[in-house]
């Protein structure tokens, strides 16, 4: 019988899953860029080897050669079987060195071809050491935040049911989610510090103001205002801001919030036209924004540790002296 996969299996599945579609997403990038797919691909399937070994309780030498793995894991294997695509990854892992260590460009043949191995290896390879399907393993297991973990998934049965436009809204609401975390959180005596201004409300003028030039004004620095402030939450938090550009051309960007806790959102003709592919560039994005965006957390746990908000503080104040004079010691 397959042994169980714990918790911290999954998630290490999860990592692989996490590196091999930013695989993925580098391959479809121009040339030279997409080189860097190899990379990815390459570490992807290095770390699923380790996992193997631990799952199937395999000792490793602490040095050895990348096609060793196959022959190391071979005794554990079920009877008969035997570790997939040996001689297509070897080609993987060539490129791989060839570009690392040489600066050898690969070809847009050659990162098209070790796509389709790698992705091959994986799919074979999972349904045989873990028993579990490659493209079920679930990248949200990587989000530490609850919530922005549990739209993911819920994003990903709308996409599993072919409804492509609810599962983008999905990834809408996750992504805002994770900038609430962030933002709505208090950190010691203040606010977060990732608030950057409070929230300007939509301008709405009297009827009989609304062709005024003022309120024409009033209501553009309002919305100026409003895009630059997420714009710089976005950036504070290390995100990617034209990748946050582009995610938000993709996901509905009307959303609203009823009183009885429905949430509704705006599709056009160009939202219907999005794919599958879409959503998975979509999805990747929100998830390694949260990991990038999990870098401030230290911040936030720290500005609690030293300004708790119940103790007094006695605060003086010094005058400073300019360099210091070491002969007065």
């Not at 999860?14 to 570490?43: C, K, N, Y």
């Not at 300004?307 to 007094?312: C, G, L, R, V, W």
């Amino acid at each position: 019988m397959t042994k169980p996969l714990s918790q911290q299996t999954i998630q290490r599945l999860a990592f692989v899953r996490f590196l091999h579609a930013q695989g993925v997403a580098q391959s479809a990038q121009p040339e030279p860029m997409s080189a860097a797919a190899i990379l990815s691909f390459q570490d992807a399937v290095e770390h699923f080897l380790l996992i193997s070994a631990d799952h199937l309780d395999v000792n490793l030498p602490s040095s050895m050669q990348f096609l060793q793995y196959w022959e190391k894991l071979q005794p554990k294997l079920p009877a008969g079987q035997a570790l997939p695509s040996k001689q297509a990854l070897g080609r993987v892992n060539k490129l791989r060195v060839d570009l690392k260590h040489h600066g050898n460009i690969p070809s847009s043949h050659a990162i098209a071809q070790s796509k389709a191995d790698v992705t091959t290896f994986f799919t074979d390879a999972a349904r045989m050491i873990f028993n579990v399907d490659f493209e079920t393993v679930d990248m949200a297991d990587l989000v530490a935040h609850p919530e922005v973990a549990r739209l993911l998934r819920e994003a990903r049965t709308h996409i599993e049911a072919d409804r492509v436009v609810f599962a983008m809204a999905g990834l809408a609401l996750a992504f805002e989610e994770l900038l609430a975390h962030y933002t709505a959180r208090k950190a010691g005596w203040g606010g977060s510090p990732f608030i950057l201004g409070d929230r300007l409300p939509i301008f709405r003028p009297e009827r009989s103001e609304r062709d005024s030039q003022v309120s024409r004004q009033i209501k553009a620095l309002t919305t100026a205002t409003r895009q630059m402030r997420q714009a710089m939450q976005v950036i504070a938090l290390g995100i990617d801001y034209a990748r946050y550009v582009h995610f938000r051309v993709l996901t509905p960007d009307e959303m609203s919030w009823g009183r009885d806790g429905s949430i509704k959102f705006s599709v056009n003709d160009m939202s219907k036209a999005l794919t599958a592919d879409d959503y998975q560039q979509a999805r990747l994005f929100v998830i390694e924004s949260a990991l990038q965006a999990a870098r401030a957390d230290a911040i936030l746990e720290r500005l609690d540790v030293h300004f708790p908000e119940d103790i007094d503080y006695d605060v003086e104040e010094w005058t400073w002296v300019g360099p210091s004079d070491t002969r007065n010691r």
